[in-house]
């Protein structure tokens, strides 16, 4: 029961596009690496992603790029935005491929990394 309050709770976004893209949209921005734990991560997308497949064939891309999208809210000062080397990707990363890839090696997945300015802060995948 405690996945599923969670689940609801925690509004994370997912699909696949009309190309066929896999897309996550996350209300939170990822924590900078120096700054502890992220196991909150593991906490909210493990179970989203969970019910987000369950009972539905999961992808398996052979070739593809993980482009993480850091989205601020343009009221952000610049000074707390930050460095895309600074930022901990790897939790999410290998949350989203037990779910669309074989493995996120290099062979596999290339990464990409990009920041935007929006009405809100939040993180895309």
Known sequence: MVEEIIVDSVPVEMGFTAEGWFCLRMPTLLPKKQSGSTEYIRGYLAPAMSSYFAGKPRVRY??????FRHVY??????RLKRDHDNIEVNKVADIV????????????????????AASE????V
């Open 62 to 67: 052979k070739d593809c790029v993980m482009i």
């Open 73 to 78: 809210d343009r009221q952000r000062p610049e």
């Open 97 to 116: 491929a037990m779910y669309v890839l074989p493995d996120d090696k290099p062979k596999i997945c290339s990464h990409y990394y990009c920041s935007a």
């Open 121 to 124: 802060d939040r993180t895309e």
